[in-house]
């Protein structure tokens, strides 16, 4: 697994976040997940952005779920 071959626990735990998201988000194989946001891909910067000031971390694992919440 990650953690066993170098990685750490955080790169462990930002791939199991990805991968979440990924499920979560029914994201295309070109499409970026939340914790992976940058300004280069617009929707996904764009929904971290809407998750970091909802006060929704950027490795939460469903964030369509998460802000439902926040609502």
Do not use: T
Not at 15 to 33: D, T, V
């Amino acid at each position: 697994m990650i953690a066993n071959n170098g990685g750490g626990w955080f790169e462990a735990a930002i791939f199991a976040s990805y991968c979440c998201q990924i499920k979560a988000l029914r994201l295309k194989p070109w499409e970026s997940p939340p914790v992976h946001g940058r300004k280069e891909d617009p929707q996904s910067w764009r929904l971290l952005q809407r998750m970091l000031k909802a006060g929704i971390s950027q490795f939460e694992p469903d964030p369509p779920a998460a802000l439902r919440v926040k609502r």
